[in-house]
């Protein structure tokens, strides 16, 4: 496992914009496929967006394709999550997660069982 750190969350009104970043504490993060998750208040974590090792693949949940991009830089050993547009029901603890045992080219994740680390979250408030 390795140690995640998420920044970057706050309050937002709807219409605006944040960016999220994720940290490996101690480790390369270009060793792991990485994504992130959010959890709704009452509602279960469900996944946002996953990006391959290389970052040449990407995926999204279909209720934020074309609002929200994950990148990485490796170099920087950090992940990102910018997020446009945003809308109240974005609100929410949003998750960095890592997966191991991944090659380097195209393979993301898109499910909690394939993760094997967690960060703590950071909290996104949207006000309408």
């Known amino acids: 496992q390795v140690p995640l750190v998420e920044s970057g969350g706050g309050m937002v009104q709807a219409g605006g914009s944040l960016r999220l970043s994720c940290g490996a504490s101690g480790r390369t993060v270009s060793s792991y496929a990485m994504g992130w998750f959010r959890q709704a208040p009452g509602k279960e974590r469900e996944f946002v967006a996953g990006?391959?090792?290389?970052?040449?693949?990407?995926g999204y949940a279909d209720s934020v394709k074309g609002r929200f991009t994950i990148s990485r830089d490796n170099a920087k050993n950090t992940v990102y999550l910018q997020i446009f547009s945003l809308k109240p029901e974005d609100t929410g603890v949003y998750y960095c997660?890592?997966?191991?045992?991944?090659?380097?080219?195209?393979?993301?994740?898109?499910?909690?069982?394939?993760?094997?680390?967690w960060g703590q979250g950071t909290q996104v408030t949207v006000s309408s």
């Open positions: 997660a890592a997966r191991g045992r991944t090659n380097w080219g195209s393979t993301y994740y898109t499910t909690e069982s394939e993760y094997d680390s």
């Open positions: 990006i391959s090792r290389s970052g040449v693949s990407t």
